[in-house]
C-alpha cells in the first residue's frame, strides 16, 4: 500500500498542474477507436453433435453485408477442471476487499437463472423437483452458478463443479410468490368480478371495470420487464471479468415483448396502454453479448392447457370478469388471448435467444434434458475476432452474419451489436447515468466487474479525520484515458460508497469524481500498477455493510465489491 500511497501524492501534484494550465478545456483529443468485435459461434451437425474441426479458413464474417477480416480466431471446447477446485476464494487481509473473480476455468462457465419473478409457484415447484434430478447428472466438469430472480437477484451457490453443493442450495430455495405477476400462484384465473356480480353489472359499467384491470395488469408488466431487464444486466455486468463464454439458462414464464390495450388507457408510459419493449431488450442483449454471455431460455410453463382450465383439470366456468365461458364463443375467445400471451411470451425468449447466441427451449416438461442440453451446447464453440470496417461508431445496431464453407453444418451466434462510441455514454441523460450507479451500488443486484479493484477499509483514526477511510487500487487498463494538447493523459472516474446498516438498510450514498491529468511517468508508473482513489466517512459507532463503486464516466463502465467494517465509539472520538 506504501506505493499507492504515494502515487496518490503524485497524483494530487499533477492534478493542481493541470488547473493552472492555461488550456483548462483543449479542443484536440487524441482517441483510439480501433477495435475488436469477438463473435462465440457454436457448429452443430444435422444430429446436433458439435463440430470440432473447423479453421478460421472454413469461416466468412459478415456485418451489414460486408465482408470482414478475422484478426483472432479460438476454439473452446469443456474444460477438464475435477470437482473441488477452485473452491477456496483468493486471502485477503482482514480490511481489503476485491471484485476480482476467484474462480478461474479453462472453459465455459455457466448461469441457471430460476425466475420466480415472472413464474408461478406452481410451476416452481415442478422446476424444483427437476432441478435436483439434473444436478445428479451434472459432468463434474461444467462449472455452474445459480441464481434465483424473486424481490431481489439472490446468489443461491457461486461457481462449482461439485454437484453436492448445488443439490444443497437447490434443497435449501423455497418457492417465492412473485409480488407483480397477475396470478402468482397458478392454477385459475383470478376473477376480477365474481359472476354473480358480473350478471347484474350494465355492460358501460363492466367495461369500466375490465380497463381498470387491464390498466392494472399493464403497470405491473410494466414494473416486472424493467426489473427483470435490470437484472439480467446486473448478471451481465457481474459476469464481465470472467473471461470466455458464459451460457446463461435463464428458466422462467417470461414476458411479453408488446403490451396492447383496447382501451384508451390513462397509463404513465402514455398512448393507448400500448407499450413495446424491443429496443430495452436489444439494449439488454447487447450488454450481455458485451459480457460474452449467450442466454438459453427455458420455458418454466412446459406443455400448457388454457387457462381455464387448472393444474388438476378443473375447468373454470368464467373469465376474469365474471362473464360465463359455458358457450363455444367465449372459451373461443379466452382461448385466442391465452395464445396471444404464450406466443407474447415465447418471442421475448426467441428474441434474446438469438440476439445472444443461445436457444429457446419450450413446449417440454423434461426441463432436465434442455438444461443440460443447453450447458453441453454452450461448451465446445468457436471465437472469431473482427476489427470493423466501418469505423463510424454511430450508435447503431449492426447486423452480424456468419457462414461456414463446410456443408451440413449449423451456426449459432449473437446477431449483431450497437456501435457506440467509446464515448457515448458521457452523451447520456443524468438520470440515466444516476439509474445505472445507483443500481450497480443495490445490494439486490450482485457485485459487478466490468472494472477490477481492491479496496482497503480503515475504521475512523486521528490521522483521517476521525472518519472511516476507504482507498481503492483501481486495474487502470479499461479505462479510458486520453492524451490532450496539454500533453497530460486525462480520465474521468467516479468513486462510490453505499452505506447499508448491518441489516441490510440503505443508509446514505458517498460519491466524488476523481479527474485524472497524469504527466507521461506517473501515467506509466499507473498502467503498471493500479490507479488510486479515496473517500473519507464520517460515521456513527456502529457495523455496516459497504457496497464500494468505481465508475469509468467515459464509457459506463462500472466496478463493485462488497466490505463489512465495524466503527467502535473510541475509533471515531474527537482528538483531545
Known amino acids: 500500500m506504501k506505493n499507492l500511497c504515494v502515487l496518490l501524492t503524485l497524483l494530487v501534484s499533477a492534478f493542481a498542474q493541470a488547473q493552472t494550465t492555461p488550456e483548462e478545456k483543449p479542443s484536440t483529443v487524441v482517441r483510439v477507436n480501433t477495435r475488436l468485435v469477438l463473435v462465440d459461434v457454436v457448429a452443430i451437425d444435422r444430429k446436433g453433435a458439435p463440430v470440432p474441426d473447423l479453421t478460421a479458413q472454413d469461416f466468412t464474417v459478415l456485418e451489414d453485408g460486408q465482408p470482414q477480416q478475422v484478426r483472432n480466431f479460438s476454439f473452446q471446447k469443456a474444460s477438464t477442471v475435477s470437482a473441488g477446485e477452485n473452491a477456496a476464494p483468493r486471502p485477503l487481509p482482514p480490511d481489503v476487499f476485491t471484485n476480482v473473480p476467484s474462480y478461474k476455468s479453462g472453459g465455459a462457465l455457466n448461469v441457471i437463472l430460476l425466475d420466480a419473478m415472472n413464474t408461478t409457484t406452481l410451476n416452481q415447484a415442478a422446476l424444483h423437483d427437476n432441478l435436483l434430478k439434473v444436478l445428479q447428472k451434472l459432468p463434474n466438469d461444467r462449472p455452474l452458478a445459480v441464481y434465483v430472480l424473486g424481490a431481489r437477484l439472490t446468489l443461491l451457490q457461486g461457481f462449482t463443479t461439485n454437484p453436492a453443493l448445488l443439490q444443497t442450495a437447490m434443497k435449501a430455495f423455497k418457492e417465492k410468490k412473485s409480488p407483480l405477476l397477475e ?76 403490451i396492447m390495450s383496447e382501451h384508451d388507457l390513462n397509463l404513465s408510459h402514455g398512448g393507448r396502454g400500448d407499450k413495446n419493449y424491443s429496443l430495452q431488450l436489444e439494449h439488454t442483449a447487447d450488454i450481455l453479448t458485451s459480457a460474452q454471455v449467450a442466454v438459453y431460455t427455458v420455458d418454466a410453463r412446459g406443455i400448457t392447457n388454457q387457462s381455464f382450465f387448472s393444474a388438476g383439470g378443473t375447468a373454470s366456468t368464467s373469465d376474469e370478469m365474471g362473464r360465463p365461458l359455458a358457450n363455444p364463443t367465449a372459451r373461443q375467445q379466452q382461448a385466442g388471448l391465452d395464445t396471444n400471451e404464450a406466443q407474447s411470451n415465447r418471442a421475448t425468449e426467441n428474441d434474446v435467444a438469438q ?149 441490510g438498510e440503505p443508509l446514505r450514498t458517498e460519491a466524488a469524481n476523481l479527474k485524472a491529468a497524469l504527466p507521461v511517468d506517473i501515467y506509466e508508473n499507473v498502467m503498471k500498477t493500479h490507479l488510486p482513489c479515496q473517500q473519507l466517512i464520517d460515521l456513527p459507532a456502529g457495523d455496516y455493510f459497504l457496497r464500494l463503486g468505481i465508475r469509468d464516466n467515459s464509457t459506463g463502465l462500472i466496478g463493485t465489491a462488497d466490505a463489512r467494517v465495524s466503527v467502535t465509539a473510541a475509533a471515531n472520538k474527537p482528538p483531545q
Open 355 to 503: 440476439q445472444t447466441g443461445g436457444e429457446a427451449f419450450y413446449n417440454t416438461n423434461d426441463f432436465g434434458k434442455v438444461i443440460l442440453k443447453s450447458i453441453e451446447d454452450g461448451s465446445t464453440y468457436y471465437t472469431l475476432a473482427y476489427s470493423p470496417e466501418n469505423r463510424n461508431w454511430d450508435g447503431r445496431f449492426r447486423k452480424i452474419q456468419v457462414k461456414t464453407s463446410r456443408s451440413g453444418v449449423k451456426l449459432r451466434y449473437r446477431t449483431g451489436y450497437i456501435a457506440a462510441d467509446l464515448r457515448a455514454y458521457e452523451k447520456q441523460s443524468p438520470a440515466q447515468r444516476n439509474h445505472d450507479l445507483a443500481q450497480a451500488l443495490n445490494f439486490d443486484f450482485p457485485a459487478s466487474t466490468a472494472l477490477l479493484f481492491e479496496a482497503r477499509v480503515l475504521p475512523p483514526s486521528e490521522s483521517a479525520g476521525n472518519k472511516l477511510k476507504v482507498t481503492f487500487a483501481i486495474d487502470p487498463h479499461p479505462i479510458v484515458f486520453e492524451k490532450q494538447q496539454d500533453g497530460l493523459q486525462h480520465a474521468d472516474l467516479t468513486c462510490a460508497v453505499q452505506v447499508y446498516s448491518s441489516k
Open 183 to 258: 396470478n402468482a400462484t397458478g392454477g385459475l384465473r383470478n376473477e376480477w368480478v365474481p359472476p354473480a356480480v358480473a350478471q347484474q353489472m350494465p355492460a358501460g359499467m363492466l367495461s369500466r371495470v375490465q380497463e381498470f384491470a387491464q390498466a392494472t395488469v399493464a403497470a405491473s408488466t410494466d414494473l416486472r420487464v424493467t426489473y427483470t431487464l435490470d437484472a439480467l444486466q446486473a448478471l451481465a455486468r457481474s459476469l464481465a471479468a470472467y473471461p470466455g463464454r458464459k451460457n446463461l439458462i435463464w428458466v422462467s414464464e417470461s414476458f411479453p415483448l408488446v
